[in-house]
């Protein structure tokens, strides 16, 4: 036996002839919901930011590719900037070729190709998996800082039921949520000017939104994703693997103020991105309140978010009853290209846009 390390190569991919070969080798390691060719459809042929950069890895010897891996594009608005970031995506081998050396060799050729080849993005970033950690690290991404996931309990019966008998939890459960409903209600009255409402689809008030947040004084120094309707449409509307909701607060002109994107698993309702206009302190808060009070109404028994971004915003989460669950680690890696002179001088140039509080980030940023 030839004690030799095969050789690898990494070619780009074509997404009008390749679908076939890209869905084959996701069958080896993806599952993408049972959906695989819905999510090629919609995520990869239809975001309105442009198709995701996609490479195979090939192996010397072997006709067909044996790995596969993508960029999605997300753009990023900082201080009047909107640059092309990257999201490491759908990356996958055959179980044959996957050890350190090809996964090494791939994710460094994307890197390569992405930032300093093609120039075709100025940042990319991932939320790499335990057993990727390495790889990523190897090749050259910094740790930005950690996507915390939070939930809040809405019905007690279940969550007491793992310390004391499930009859005494039957029992007292639904007493203390009538309890806890009635302080989101109390809570609820200082802000009674807000009209609260689900609705499927977003409408121009999320443009006005989303230009009146991106251009506010504390935004400047932020990388954010473009939220306006052209990507919320797409991103959820759209979504073919399971259906959202917005939760919207709107002020007594019709202003939209806040926004939930929502989808409902079971008893969770998962929060999958959300915008406030922050102008108002107490808008945050009385956002997750009413959605509590929403939630619950619906038959949730908990409500959940990931975050990554400001101190200030995860107090507003915490002040909520959103308590920390679990987090996740960032990593990022920024093209050259990206100077002081390209963002706003306070971010105090380009290494220190790798630092948490310089990012907004939700599950709308992250693959499906």
Same mark, same amino acid.
């Given at each position: ?43 990869? /042929? ?51 070729? *996957? ?7 791939? /994710? ?43 939930? *809040? ?8 039921? *793992? ?52 251009? /506010? ?61 922050? *102008? ?37 989460? /915490? ?50």
């Amino acid at each position: 036996m030839s004690n030799v390390s095969p050789t690898y190569t990494v070619v780009a991919a074509n997404l009008d002839t390749d679908r076939d070969k890209i869905l084959a080798l996701w069958k080896s390691g993806l599952t993408h919901s049972g959906m695989p060719g819905e999510k090629f459809d919609w995520f990869y /042929q239809k975001n309105p930011a442009g198709a995701p950069a996609t490479f195979f890895l090939y192996c010397d010897g072997e006709v067909e590719p044996v790995g596969v891996a993508a960029v999605g594009i997300r753009k990023l608005r900082i201080g009047g900037h909107t640059i092309t970031s990257g999201e490491l995506v759908d990356f996958v081998a055959l179980p044959e070729h *996957r050890t350190l050396f090809p996964a090494l060799f791939l /994710q460094k050729e994307i890197r390569r190709l992405a930032l300093e080849v093609n120039r075709s993005h100025a940042l990319l970033y991932g939320l790499p998996n335990p057993k990727s950690l390495a790889v990523v690290k190897r090749v050259g991404y910094q740790l930005v800082g950690q996507m915390v996931r939070r939930a *809040r309990i809405l019905r007690s019966a279940g969550y007491l039921s *793992r310390y004391a008998p499930r009859w005494i939890s039957k029992l007292i459960g639904p007493v203390i949520d009538r309890v806890r409903l009635g302080m989101l209600v109390l809570n609820g009255l200082a802000h009674r000017s807000l009209k609260a409402e689900w609705q499927a689809l977003p409408d121009s008030r999320f443009d006005a939104l989303w230009e009146q947040i991106a251009t /506010q004084d504390e935004a400047k120094n932020v990388l954010m994703g473009v939220r306006d309707c052209a990507f919320l449409t797409w991103r959820f509307a759209e979504c073919p693997l399971r259906k959202h909701e917005f939760f919207t607060l709107s002020s007594a002109d019709g202003q939209l103020v806040a926004y939930a994107a929502c989808a409902a698993e079971g008893e969770i309702l998962h929060v999958h991105d959300f915008l406030v206009d922050s *102008r108002k302190r107490s808008t945050g808060k009385a956002l997750w309140l009413a959605l509590s009070r929403a939630a619950f109404d619906r038959g949730h028994s908990i409500i959940s978010v990931a975050f990554l971004g400001a101190k200030s915003i995860q107090r507003v989460l /915490q002040a909520a009853g959103l308590m920390k669950r679990q987090e996740r680690p960032l990593f990022a890696t920024i093209s050259a290209e990206v100077t002081p002179n390209t963002v706003p001088a306070e971010t105090h140039g380009r290494n220190a846009l790798l630092k948490e509080p310089h990012w907004y980030l939700t599950c709308a940023d992250e693959d499906v």
